[in-house]
């Protein structure tokens, strides 16, 4: 793999940047009381499903531009960079569901929708517990003539509320299965969560005998093909907001004074700061490979979006602590942009699962690797 990014790549990206910049306000989230009421979101999603980004990976059969992951990660870290408050993710992880689990018929109707910015999806994978990685036993399906109804509860689901149609993974007689519901279906209560995270919307949905579509293609293997690539999502975000809180921690230390000297130029904090660059830079590395891996489609794609996520969580964790600290006492503080981050990072950390957990599955592929190498 070439790691250099090609013209086109960092075009994309700062093209991103710059309308991230100028269009997304944090100032609202700045507030004792943001994190009692949600804040109203100001058409920042709309302005983004005008420029297309939901269809960025959709297969160009599907009305999507069929670009890259990699192409995906310089927009969705510009997300990340500036905290964005938008339903991309949720639209991305139900389209992915659609895509390797729907029939075609399904997949020609739903992700044209999708990617003409016309279609806001959300995924619901998580049982009230926050378990992303066992049977489901949050929600189950249930024949009803010659559909389908689901109820149960499913928790820590990202954007639904923005959602016109959620896809519900849930039990059906013991195994994985993947269905579709409209999001404003009799029978579908949505309630949202206090998640630390305030730029995101995050809810817990009951259902009970909600009329349900079935994506009939979904097989063992569904889950992780799809999460594989939410964590490379969350991955591109973690690592690009660890690059900007860096950015905002070494311009700070340019400017504060103690004992008559800018902060920087003392070691402590020269060496503090030198290390989260460090690991920024592995951080990226990992994201980009992991990207270039799932497009290519190559044996290492599992584990090398494992390998981003877990380590780019980490880090991004890292970075926000070092820049709280190095602002010092005003870091933590309400008015300041900073913990915003570091609550993302937290929020990064644990949405599919710990770092721990991603190391246990990367074990778990090299033990698979190894028994059939024997």
């Given at each position: 793999m070439n790691f250099t990014l090609s013209e086109e790549h960092i075009a994309l990206r700062d093209n991103a940047r710059a309308f991230l910049s100028k269009e997304v306000r944090l100032d609202p989230y700045l507030k004792p009381e943001a994190n009692e009421q949600p804040v109203a979101r100001d058409g920042l999603w709309d302005e983004?499903?005008?420029?297309?980004?939901?269809?960025?990976?959709?297969?160009?059969?599907?009305?999507?531009?069929?670009?890259?992951?990699?192409?995906l990660v310089m927009i969705v870290g510009e997300t990340g960079r500036t905290l964005a408050p938008s339903a991309l993710f949720g639209t991305l992880a139900g389209a992915w569901a659609v895509e390797r689990c729907g029939s075609e018929e399904q997949k020609q109707s739903l992700l044209p929708q999708v990617a003409a910015g016309e279609l806001s999806l959300a995924l619901a994978v998580a049982d009230p517990n926050g378990d992303v990685n066992g049977l489901s036993h949050g929600a189950t399906a249930s024949k009803a003539g010659d559909?389908?109804?689901?109820?149960?509860?499913?928790?820590?689901?990202?954007?639904?509320?923005?959602?016109?149609?959620?896809?519900v993974?849930?039990?059906?007689?013991?195994?994985?299965?993947?269905?579709i519901v409209d999001a404003k279906a009799q029978g579908l209560a949505m309630e949202r969560l206090d998640w630390r995270d305030i730029t995101r919307h995050v809810s817990r949905i009951s259902f009970k005998d909600v009329p349900a579509e079935r994506l009939p293609q979904a097989d063992g293997d569904s889950w992780s093909w799809i999460r594989d690539r939410l964590y490379l999502i969350l991955a591109a975000e973690s690592a690009a907001g660890a690059e900007q809180v860096l950015d905002d921690a070494v311009a700070y230390a340019k400017e504060r004074i103690a004992f008559g000297r800018p902060i920087g130029s003392y070691q402590s904090i020269k060496h503090d700061l030198a290390e989260v660059a460090g690991g920024n830079e592995c951080a990226t590395a990992g994201v980009?490979?992991?990207a270039w891996a799932l497009s290519e489609g190559t044996a290492d794609a599992s584990k090398a979006a494992a390998i981003a996520q877990s380590y780019a969580s980490e880090q991004y964790r890292a970075a926000t602590a070092c820049n709280i600290q190095v602002f010092g006492a005003i870091g933590f503080t309400w008015e300041m942009r900073n913990h915003l981050y570091y609550k993302r990072a937290r929020a990064n950390a644990e949405l599919l699962g710990t770092p721990r957990d991603q190391r246990e599955q990367i074990m778990r592929i090299l033990e698979s690797e190894h028994k059939h190498a024997a």
């Amino acid at each position: 793999m070439n790691f250099t990014l090609s013209e086109e790549h960092i075009a994309l990206r700062d093209n991103a940047r710059a309308f991230l910049s100028k269009e997304v306000r944090l100032d609202p989230y700045l507030k004792p009381e943001a994190n009692e009421q949600p804040v109203a979101r100001d058409g920042l999603w709309d302005e983004i499903r005008k420029l297309g980004w939901t269809g960025i990976v959709i297969p160009e059969a599907y009305g999507g531009l069929g670009l890259t992951y990699i192409d995906l990660v310089m927009i969705v870290g510009e997300t990340g960079r500036t905290l964005a408050p938008s339903a991309l993710f949720g639209t991305l992880a139900g389209a992915w569901a659609v895509e390797r689990c729907g029939s075609e018929e399904q997949k020609q109707s739903l992700l044209p929708q999708v990617a003409a910015g016309e279609l806001s999806l959300a995924l619901a994978v998580a049982d009230p517990n926050g378990d992303v990685n066992g049977l489901s036993h949050g929600a189950t399906a249930s024949k009803a003539g010659d559909g389908w109804t689901i109820s149960g509860e499913k928790s820590f689901v990202v954007e639904a509320a923005d959602a016109d149609k959620i896809v519900v993974m849930v039990d059906v007689e013991g195994t994985p299965g993947f269905f579709i519901v409209d999001a404003k279906a009799q029978g579908l209560a949505m309630e949202r969560l206090d998640w630390r995270d305030i730029t995101r919307h995050v809810s817990r949905i009951s259902f009970k005998d909600v009329p349900a579509e079935r994506l009939p293609q979904a097989d063992g293997d569904s889950w992780s093909w799809i999460r594989d690539r939410l964590y490379l999502i969350l991955a591109a975000e973690s690592a690009a907001g660890a690059e900007q809180v860096l950015d905002d921690a070494v311009a700070y230390a340019k400017e504060r004074i103690a004992f008559g000297r800018p902060i920087g130029s003392y070691q402590s904090i020269k060496h503090d700061l030198a290390e989260v660059a460090g690991g920024n830079e592995c951080a990226t590395a990992g994201v980009q490979y992991a990207a270039w891996a799932l497009s290519e489609g190559t044996a290492d794609a599992s584990k090398a979006a494992a390998i981003a996520q877990s380590y780019a969580s980490e880090q991004y964790r890292a970075a926000t602590a070092c820049n709280i600290q190095v602002f010092g006492a005003i870091g933590f503080t309400w008015e300041m942009r900073n913990h915003l981050y570091y609550k993302r990072a937290r929020a990064n950390a644990e949405l599919l699962g710990t770092p721990r957990d991603q190391r246990e599955q990367i074990m778990r592929i090299l033990e698979s690797e190894h028994k059939h190498a024997a």
